[in-house]
């Protein structure tokens, strides 16, 4: 059935006309076989228009296709450029991969059974379909914690730091993979389970079952995969933004005991420009949480049962969760003259403003050590 084609729609009005005859819900298209995971709570409600269908379809394949695109290139840059092969970029390449991967397996799913108007893939699907997605967003946020991490490490502790190697970054990597890993294959093997969502094209945890051991696992995953790393990334920039405008205070203390206008050496030139890489790190965090946090309330308003979840508010959350991998590209685009760079010499077509050829500060990512020690 096409979600955009005429019978679709004109079955769909008819029904609406007559009250879609008092037994129609969203749950009548699904398979059979997808039945014992549909919660009993969905069948309360009508089919969906199908034009909500079609919206969500070109919507994920617009944002898959960009995300695709552009986190494929901003890892093949930084991997094949020798000056963004640094320990602190590997993390960069971390977050690029698993946006990457998030839209390469999240994005054709969902396309296909807007298509149909419901899931069409079957059972182990659905729970591969819900794991890929849950791992890659898990994989996301703590690599962006180890990011926040690092630049708190180069920015505030500055020279008492220790510089961030190869093998501690590589390890850092192991780390966000093998907790990711570990909390996406729990619901397989029984703590809470993958699900279709209200608007059956998609996939994820069951919060609406109120057993202890679903319940559970919504709370700790809620914990240790939001909670606790908004709070380590809030202390990292906390203190970063502190540093940085004391460092600001005390330049302008020591130009006015000089009788200068401004006291700009190499050093307070290098400052400035963790200033500002650290205002894009935030930017991207701040987006990452916002395309989130839909999916967090959903997830609690189902458990405490307080509140009334919709087949459409979960189109909206699986939209606003999936578009923060397009982000994170764009970002970089806009913001690193050593990335233009490299993206000018590489794709010259795709730079609409490249960064001047003299550029001396070392901004090879927006989220990781720009000094010259780095390239070494």
Request: proline share 5%.
């Amino acid at each position: 059935m096409s979600v955009m084609g005429e019978p679709s729609f004109a079955n769909w009005a008819a029904q609406r006309a007559t009250g879609f005859g008092g037994n129609l819900t969203v749950v009548d298209h699904v398979p059979p076989e997808m039945l014992h995971m549909v919660d009993a709570y969905w069948y309360q409600y009508a089919p969906l228009n199908p034009l909500w269908h079609g919206i969500l379809g070109f919507m994920i394949a617009v944002l898959g296709f960009i995300s695709i695109i552009g986190n494929g290139m901003v890892v093949y840059i930084f991997t094949s450029t020798k000056t963004l092969r640094t320990p602190s970029n590997l993390l960069v390449i971390n977050l690029a991969f698993s946006d990457f991967l998030m839209m390469l397996t999240m994005s054709p799913p969902m396309v296909i059974n807007c298509y149909y108007e419901t899931w069409v893939l079957g059972p182990f699907f659905c729970e591969l379909y819900g794991m890929f997605g849950s791992l890659f967003g898990c994989g996301s946020i703590w690599t962006m914690v180890f990011i926040a991490m690092d630049r708190y490490n180069v920015i505030v502790k500055g020279l008492s730091a220790t510089p961030l190697n190869k093998k501690t970054a590589f390890l850092r990597i192991f780390i966000i993979w093998t907790m990711s890993v570990g909390w996406t294959i729990a619901p397989l093997f029984g703590w809470n389970r993958y699900v279709p969502e209200g608007n059956m094209t998609a996939c994820g945890t069951d919060y609406l079952s109120r057993d202890i051991v679903s319940m559970s696992y919504i709370y700790a995953y809620s914990v240790f995969v939001y909670f606790l790393p908004l709070l380590m990334i809030i202390y990292s920039y906390w203190f970063i933004v502190q540093a940085v405008c004391a460092h600001e205070k005390n330049m302008r203390e020591q130009a006015k005991k000089m009788n200068v206008a401004s006291l700009r050496s190499a050093e307070a030139s290098q400052t400035s420009a963790e200033c500002k890489l650290a205002k894009i790190a935030l930017m991207t965090i701040s987006l990452w949480f916002m395309a989130w946090t839909p999916y967090l309330v959903t997830n609690w308003a189902g458990i405490l049962g307080n509140s009334k979840i919709t087949p459409l508010a979960t189109i909206w959350c699986s939209l606003f969760a999936k578009a923060n991998a397009v982000y994170n590209p764009i970002v970089y685009g806009i913001s690193h003259p050593k990335y233009r760079q490299a993206l000018q010499k590489k794709f010259p077509s795709l730079v609409c403003n490249p960064a001047p050829a003299d550029d001396t500060t070392s901004q090879v990512s927006a989220v990781t050590n720009v000094t010259a020690d780095d390239k070494a």
